[in-house]
């Protein structure tokens, strides 16, 4: 089983930056891949970003130039920075992490992009 805690959501004006972060715990040796899905309200579930254990990355089109994922490996905690963020990017955003036999998710954090 692998546990995630995602933090760092909130209220900030357009134009900002946040910086999500995501831990895992539990059977973190069987974690591969990790990334960030969002969802916002009437709309379908939607994949931000991924990277591998081996830190290849893959990003939303709507996303790139402005959002980063990482991971520390010796944290077990993978980051998504956003920046230059727009009213489009409210949402729900919610952790995953991919074993060889399942995918595990977090609770999700809001994320709310207003004036």
């Known amino acids: 089983q692998v546990q995630l805690v995602e933090s760092g959501g909130g209220l900030v004006q357009p134009g900002g930056s946040l910086r999500l972060s995501c831990a895992a715990s539990?059977?973190?040796?069987?974690?591969?891949?990790m990334g960030w899905y969002r969802q916002a309200p009437g709309k379908q579930r939607e994949l931000v970003a991924t990277i591998t254990s081996g830190g290849s990355t893959n990003y939303a089109d709507s996303v790139k130039g402005r959002f980063t994922i990482s991971r520390d490996n010796a944290k077990n905690t993978e980051y998504l920075q956003m920046n230059s963020l727009k009213p489009e990017d409210t949402a729900v955003y919610y952790c995953i992490a991919d074993t060889r036999l399942r995918r595990y998710w977090g609770q999700g954090t809001q994320v709310t992009v207003s004036s």
């Open positions: 539990g059977s973190i040796f069987s974690i591969n891949a």
